[in-house]
């Protein structure tokens, strides 16, 4: 145990992984407490008491990508924005290197890994900033109500389109990003979903 100890490096800090796994369990508060496939479930329970999980687990969406932009300039070397965000050519070139399972390994994200990750959290943006919009114009609740508090159905409607494309594409690039994940940890032989835990990888 010790040996394989001193083979490991810590490259996610603390505060990256706890970002990480509390968005996923926020993303998938919000994204099963709303939306049409879950119209049953929400027939069954408290409308209120969904509607009051969405607004809060979107609060906590909003607070957590504030935190990731900061991190991504202040935090340590893996956490910072200049360690994995490439250039489109880059991005591609790596991408031709999976495919041909010639990828070389990278200890933080790799270039294709980098570019998702800006994809997510710029989806993310769009959907909170979105969700409190419409919460304002429809609700005439939340920090905008007093902007918005007017709105005529036609706008919020195209506000709750918005909304809901981006929480969409939003779940679509979760599952590349877990596919990302697999295949890049059957590449490489390491559990890159145990290292977003330990914050660990061989070295």
Not at 155 to 183: D, K, P, Q, Y
Not at 192 to 197: K, P, Q, S, V
């Amino acid at each position: 145990m010790t040996d394989r100890n001193a083979d490991e490096i810590t490259v996610w800090d603390p505060l990256v992984r706890l970002f990480h796994w509390t968005l996923v369990i926020a993303f998938t508060l919000a994204y099963l407490s709303q939306g049409e496939p879950f119209e049953e479930l929400q027939d069954r329970l408290d409308g209120e008491w969904l509607q009051a999980i969405h607004v809060w687990a979107g609060y906590t969406i909003a607070g957590l990508l504030l935190f990731r932009l900061f991190w991504g300039f202040a935090g340590p070397c893996h956490a910072r924005f200049a360690d994995f965000v490439r250039g489109p050519r880059a991005t591609l070139r790596y991408v031709r290197e999976v495919l041909t399972l010639r990828a070389p390994r990278y200890l933080g994200h790799n270039p294709a890994g980098g570019a998702m990750i800006v994809t997510l959290l710029l989806s993310l943006t769009v959907t909170a900033v979105a969700g409190l919009v419409l919460y304002g114009a429809d609700k005439g609740l939340g920090p905008l109500a007093g902007l918005l508090a007017d709105s005529g159905e036609a706008t919020i409607h195209s506000i709750e389109e918005v909304h809901e494309f981006f929480a969409n594409l939003t779940l679509l690039l979760v599952v590349g990003h877990l596919v990302g994940v697999i295949w890049e940890s059957l590449l490489h032989r390491e559990n890159l979903a145990h290292a977003m835990i330990t914050g660990r990888k061989r070295a």
